[in-house]
């Protein structure tokens, strides 16, 4: 597995330290406000369980599955919700958590279906963004990296299903992908 990575990105250490400070800030901007904080799967679930553990006020958590890419490795912008949240998002202050933002087609149909159950605001936490490729505008709140137009696994990022489970964030060698 590791073998097929060509280069190591941010390793555990460095998302450790950064997960931290964007824990920090949520601590004080979420202070009071309950907020209920969404993981979408599957790639936030390593963010999402870091994150929570370093944002030191009472929150809830619910999770969030959806598809927007078919067969494709491109955004289509046909999002489905396979798995739907368990509570209301009414009145709520929501936060979702995102592993990573590309086309922002997924993320900014999400915000829509949030703000049409009427929560009480909607902000978005991704741990990475490539802003060079976004189909719509759309900038997260609060962000731990901007990664350059390369697809990277790790830290619950996938090809295939695969390489969630890595540490740190990689790109892959080409010849993996054919
Ligand atoms: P959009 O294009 O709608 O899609 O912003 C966001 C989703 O695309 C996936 N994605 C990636 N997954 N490595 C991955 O493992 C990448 O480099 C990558 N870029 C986009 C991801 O599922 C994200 O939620
Ligand atoms: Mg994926």
Do not use: W
Not at 104 to 116: A, M, N, P, R, W
């Amino acid at each position: 597995m590791l073998n097929d990575i060509e280069k190591v990105l941010y390793s555990e250490e460095d998302i450790r330290q950064k997960v931290k400070e964007l824990g920090e800030q949520l601590t004080k901007d979420f202070a009071g406000r309950n907020p209920l904080v969404i993981c979408i799967l599957k790639g936030a679930f390593i963010f999402m369980s870091d994150l929570v553990k370093e944002i030191k006020i009472p929150l809830e958590i619910d999770f969030m599955a959806v598809s927007s890419y078919g067969q494709s490795t491109k955004s289509s912008g046909v999002v489905k919700i396979i798995k739907d949240l368990d509570v209301s998002v009414e009145g709520r202050n929501v936060l979702i958590v995102e592993d990573i933002i590309d086309s922002g087609l997924t993320l900014s149909y999400l915000i829509d279906v949030l703000e049409h159950r009427n929560a009480a605001s909607v902000t978005v936490a991704t741990l990475f963004d490539k802003p060079a490729r976004r189909a719509v505008e759309l900038q997260p709140h609060y962000k731990g990296y901007t990664l350059p137009d390369e697809f990277v696994v790790g830290y619950g990022l996938d090809y295939a299903e695969k390489y969630r489970n890595l540490p740190f964030i990689g790109v892959l060698k080409p010849e993996v992908y054919s």
